[in-house]
């Protein structure tokens, strides 16, 4: 009897809370949704803008959607600039992945020695790499400018992915380091006993276990090479070594330098297809790897 009382008592108490629990996920789900939908918008926004006709890409942007049926001719116009979308794409692969990879290498390379060596004033140098990171780029632009005059990699490809590679190095340091240092010791340990050292420890052991950390720093490089904008303005003066980026600043027709806002919309598609591409597929390492360090 005492227990159909209180059950009875409780009842309320559970169907109450239910309510709440509901009530809070759907107030979840709206706002997730509406944040889902801020962000989504420009990319839409932009997307739809560059099926319009020509008439129409100079217009105002509302409505978003062409008017006057799909058309591909922005694209069209984009493809005959210069040496092609293809080209100016190439350029912009070659300094992307040229960048992430010199940067994997060199930070992982780094990371471990600060992670498991010992040498002199080993946190003064950690601590004046990081400190890298708090001069604007723009002030040393000019200095690295003459730098690669001097050793003959201005206006080069190669010469750019240098000095994003430099660019890149502070804060990629900075996670490998963090992420070789939430590994165990004991299973390094484990793996000289079996006779594994040099560079094979870093490969097969200590490498599967830091990867999300490696896809992480590996992201970030080539989408910073991808995007980059000022340096490829400044360093690049020949035209067929353009990357996208400067490619958009130079999409013009007409007279008096009228921007051609349709092959603009075009070109902005474009370069937005490999970066969502590769963070769709890396994003379970990329979320892992920025939480590498964290929790010991």
């Known amino acids: 009897m005492s227990a ?14 239910r309510g709440r629990y509901r009530y809070h996920r759907v107030i979840f789900h709206f706002t997730a949704i509406l944040v889902a939908a801020l962000f989504l918008a420009p990319i839409v926004w932009v997307v739809l803008a560059s ?28 493809e005959n600039f210069g040496q092609s979308i293809l080209h100016y794409t190439g350029n912009s692969l070659f300094v992307a992945i040229g960048t992430a990879a ?27 790499i990081l400190a890298t990171i708090m001069v604007p780029f723009q002030s ?24 994003y590679t430099t660019l890149q190095l ?25 006779g594994v050292k040099g560079i094979r420890m870093l490969v097969q052991v200590m490498g599967p276990l830091v990867l999300p950390g490696v896809v992480t720093i590996g992201l970030f490089a080539f989408l910073n090479g991808w995007n980059e904008f000022l340096a490829a303005l400044v360093l690049l003066t020949d035209q067929d070594k ?55």
């Open 4 to 17: 159909t009382i209180i059950h009875t008592a409780t009842e309320p108490k559970r169907k109450a809370r």
């Open 51 to 78: 099926f319009r006709t020509a008439a129409e890409s100079g217009l105002p942007p509302l409505p978003p959607w062409p008017t006057k049926g799909f058309s591909i001719d922005s694209y069209i116009r984009l």
């Open 102 to 128: 010199l940067t994997i290498v060199v930070s992982t390379l780094a990371g471990y020695g600060f992670s498991r060596f010992r040498f002199p004033l080993k946190s003064v140098a950690f601590v004046i």
């Open 140 to 163: 040393i632009l000019t200095p690295l400018f003459l730098l690669l005059a001097k050793l003959g990699l201005q206006n080069t490809l190669i010469g750019l992915v240098l000095i």
């Open 170 to 194: 502070p804060f990629s340091i900075f996670m490998m380091r963090n992420a070789f240092d939430a590994v165990p010791k004991e299973i390094e340990e484990a793996a000289r006993i079996d």
């Open 242 to 296: 353009f990357t996208l980026p400067v490619l958009m600043t130079s999409v013009r027709s007409g007279r008096f330098g009228s921007v051609d806002w349709g092959a603009v919309q075009a070109g902005v598609t474009v370069m937005m297809i490999p970066c969502l591409i590769l963070f769709l597929i890396l994003q379970r390492s990329y979320i892992r790897g920025l939480t590498a360090g964290a929790v010991k």
